[in-house]
């Protein structure tokens, strides 16, 4: 047993004192470079204001041969590049792995006046998230940090999604959960190959038509990941952090990208990785919401007055609940735009 007073004391002595509302910073694209790649590196700066998250990824995608010079060149970014108002995450190596330790050591004690959140892959269960709590504590006091570094989850195992209120609740540090589709599809010995999105055979199809029965009959694909991201964002919301989906393999196919990523905008997640330069304008327009939508939320918000009751507006009832619907739209919107002028001018409000 713990008392609830105590979920907000520092693990450590010397330790930040956790955060009790996770901050809402634009983070509508997590872009992953790798930092063992000193080309890729050293674009790093041009990508500053351009997207709202950089992730320095540490663990699947770097050679076993680079894994020290995918962290060097973590501290490297962290301790050389002015990240302004872009926030630089990590991806470190599982807490099974050779390298997690010296990953989250170089990432608190080197870099971590930079590293916003810290994403752990391959999260199973309450355990792993309370390990990580304690241990980056410890770092963050040795390194003297005053604010304290977040923690994202990757959902990428079953356990991890049989236990996933219990991940999402196991810390205050806890910032928000991606869906792993790759890895998530191995452990669970699905049978698709393909690194997020649908799959052709996923699918229903309609009754034979009694009068010629040997028709064609229509088809229509279904989407793997539903049950998951939906399982997801109710987790997340229960606990106040945030969802988002993962990667999306096919980097040519931008257009059934974009239906993946607004599928899990429209079922509530705030971003989704990219892993191009491609997909950062697609997460960008995906998850921002467009100026027809914000526009149509602040009507019905006027027109409903002090909010309650039930009015009719073209046609349709809006009431208590649908001015809520709306005031979620509005407040992203405002969200965004207060970092975004692009976006304030969109959306007719001052950046
Ligand atoms: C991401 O890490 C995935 O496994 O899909
Ligand atoms: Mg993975």
Redesign the pocket.
Same mark, same amino acid.
């Given at each position: 047993m713990r008392s609830p007073k105590d979920f907000f004391r520092p693990l450590a002595v010397g330790a930040p004192e956790p955060v009790r509302e996770i901050p809402f910073r634009p983070s509508r694209m997590l872009h992953f470079f790798p930092p063992n790649n000193e080309k890729m590196r050293s674009k790093v700066p041009s990508l500053v204001g351009k997207v709202d998250v950089l992730v320095a990824n540490l #663990?699947?995608g770097v050679p076993m041969a680079e894994k020290d010079a995918a962290r060097a060149g973590l501290v490297d970014v962290a301790q050389n590049v002015d990240f302004g108002s872009t926030q630089l995450w990590t991806?470190v190596n599982s807490l099974d792995s050779p390298w997690c330790l010296a990953d989250i050591r170089a990432a608190v004690i080197e870099a971590g006046h930079a590293v916003d959140v810290i994403i752990l *892959?391959?999260v199973e269960g309450a355990e792993d998230i309370h390990y990580a709590d304690r241990l980056i504590a410890q770092l963050e006091a040795e390194a003297g940090l005053t604010r304290p570094i977040l923690l994202h989850a990757?959902l #990428?195992t079953a356990r991890g999604v049989a236990n996933v209120e219990e991940i999402c609740l196991a810390s205050p540090r806890m910032q928000g959960l991606? @869906? &792993?589709? !790759?890895? @998530? !599809?191995?452990n669970r010995r699905m049978k698709t190959t393909r690194? &997020?999105g649908g799959h052709p055979d996923y699918l229903v199809r309609s009754d034979p038509d009694p009068d010629n029965p040997d028709a064609d009959r229509a088809t229509f694909q279904q989407d793997l990941w539903h049950y998951t991201i939906a399982r997801m964002v109710d987790a997340c919301v229960m606990a106040g952090i945030l969802p988002y989906y &993962? *990667?999306f &393999?096919d980097i040519r196919d931008t257009t059934a990208c974009a239906d993946q990523f607004r599928n899990a905008y429209l079922l509530g997640c705030v971003g989704a990785?990219s892993l191009h330069p491609d997909q950062i304008a697609v997460a960008k327009e995906v998850f921002s919401p467009s100026a027809e939508q914000v526009s149509h939320a602040r009507r019905v918000i006027d027109a409903m007055g002090d909010g309650t009751g039930a009015i009719m507006l073209d046609g349709k009832m809006e009431d208590d609940a649908s001015v809520k619907q709306c005031q979620v739209v509005v407040r992203l919107a405002e969200q965004l735009a207060a970092s975004d002028p692009e976006l304030a001018a969109l959306y007719e409000m001052g950046s």
């Open positions: #663990e699947d991806r *892959p391959k990757i #990428e991606s @869906l &792993g589709p !790759a890895d @998530l !599809a191995a690194v &997020g &993962g *990667p &393999g990785w």
